[in-house]
């Protein structure tokens, strides 16, 4: 069994009190006792359950949430997770911040960062915008003693704790996959659209999505990527005039957001057929499978990486290790017919 507090009192013939006052490291101890603990700790083999102690002390952690505002249908089904995570706080002995940002606005972010006072704030869990700007204030916050967690896209520069979200290289290297499988062996071109490549789960997807085309499916050429900063007037301007502009695309890879201007742009002569492949589980994206107009939806389950940003952040602060399995993000391929 494991060792408890009884017993390093036992062993080092002190009373409980002192034990605790050691452990916790707090005054009015003779230096020889707490080398008699100590050494009693170390032959036991005791490990201090930290969150057992803090459920004790009822420790509460404050956390702050950082995402972008604004019409994106994901993020606000992420913020809608984010509030109700906000209703379990007291189960959870947790209070959160949400901070909302103007989309793709690295300064808006830098602000928010600066803004953050470490003795009130646990962790941040950040949707970031991959800058060098935004890298430094996470560092800043590093050098505080403050944990952040990047949620969806990562930070990689940067000394952020933990990473919550798919593997986006792997969810491009999917997307090509399935592209390549519903063209059939046609030779024609691709058109990728992308939010922007300052965003690093845009960057890793059009990176992997090009690996595995160019490699695997030769009879198929990419187009773009074209930058639309993830709006749905930008996306349905950019789909039509390629389309119009270039009669041998054949296929359509959204690696980001403004699904509802790509349906806008999709009404076509009944003898062009697009293979397409979008992102996240949404109202537009299910009416794209439902109307034949979409092939296949790759998503992620925003609820998961809200939970999982929650969890690493209160073990980090309580100098743990998350737990690698539970906190994995999984890439998910819905079709028509297996949608939830």
């Given at each position: 069994m494991r060792p408890t507090v009884h017993d390093i009192a036992a062993e080092a013939g002190v009373s409980l009190a002192t034990v605790d006052r050691v452990l916790n490291a707090r005054p009015g101890v003779r230096q020889k006792t707490v080398a008699k603990v100590a050494a009693a700790v170390q032959r036991l083999g005791y490990v201090r359950d930290v969150q057992a102690a803090n459920l004790a002390k009822k420790r509460i952690y404050p956390l702050v949430f950082v995402i972008p505002e604004g019409p994106n249908s994901f993020m606000r089904s992420l913020e809608a997770e984010i509030r109700s995570a906000m209703q379990r706080s007291s189960v959870e002995r947790?209070?959160?911040?949400?901070?909302?940002?103007?989309?793709?606005?690295?300064?808006?972010?830098?602000?928010?960062?600066?803004?953050?006072?470490?003795?009130?704030?646990t962790g941040v869990a950040l949707v970031a915008t991959d800058t060098a700007d935004v890298s430094a204030a996470v560092n800043r916050l590093a050098d505080k003693g403050v944990h952040v967690?990047?949620?969806?896209?990562?930070?990689?520069?940067?000394?952020?704790?933990?990473?919550?979200?798919?593997?986006?290289?792997?969810?491009?290297?999917?997307?090509?996959?399935?592209?390549?499988?519903?063209?059939?062996?046609?030779?024609g071109k691709v058109l990728v659209v992308a939010g922007s490549m300052a965003l690093s789960d845009h960057m890793d997807r059009a990176s992997?999505?090009?690996?595995?085309?160019?490699?695997?499916?030769?009879?198929?050429?990419?187009?773009?990527?074209?930058?639309?900063?993830d709006e749905a007037d930008r996306v349905c301007q950019a789909v039509r005039t390629s389309l119009e502009a270039d009669p041998d695309i054949i296929a359509i890879y959204n690696l980001g957001a403004g699904n509802r201007g790509l349906l806008e742009?999709?009404?076509?002569?009944?003898?062009?057929?697009?293979?397409?492949v979008v992102h996240e589980v949404t109202?537009?994206?299910?009416?794209?499978?439902?109307?034949?107009?979409?092939?296949?939806?790759?998503?992620?389950?925003?609820?998961?990486?809200?939970?999982?940003?929650?969890?690493?952040?209160?073990?980090?602060?309580?100098?743990?290790?998350?737990?690698?399995?539970?906190?994995?993000?999984?890439?998910d391929i819905f079709l028509k017919d297996n949608l939830p």
């Open positions: 947790t209070s959160f911040q949400l901070a909302k940002v103007p989309p793709l606005d690295a300064d808006a972010i830098v602000r928010v960062l600066d803004a953050i006072d470490p003795a009130n704030v967690t990047t949620l969806v896209s990562d930070l990689p520069g940067s000394r952020r704790t933990h990473f919550c979200g798919i593997d986006n290289l792997a969810a491009g290297r999917t997307a090509a996959g399935l592209i390549g499988r519903f063209c059939s062996g046609r030779t992997g999505f090009a690996a595995v085309l160019n490699s695997d499916f030769p009879g198929l050429e990419i187009v773009g990527p074209v930058e639309t900063n742009a999709m009404p076509l002569p009944n003898d062009r057929k697009l293979a397409v109202e537009t994206s299910r009416r794209g499978l439902a109307e034949g107009l979409f092939d296949a939806v790759i998503n992620q389950d925003c609820g998961h990486e809200v939970r999982s940003a929650i969890r690493v952040l209160k073990a980090r602060s309580d100098g743990l290790m998350p737990i690698s399995a539970q906190d994995r993000i999984r890439i």
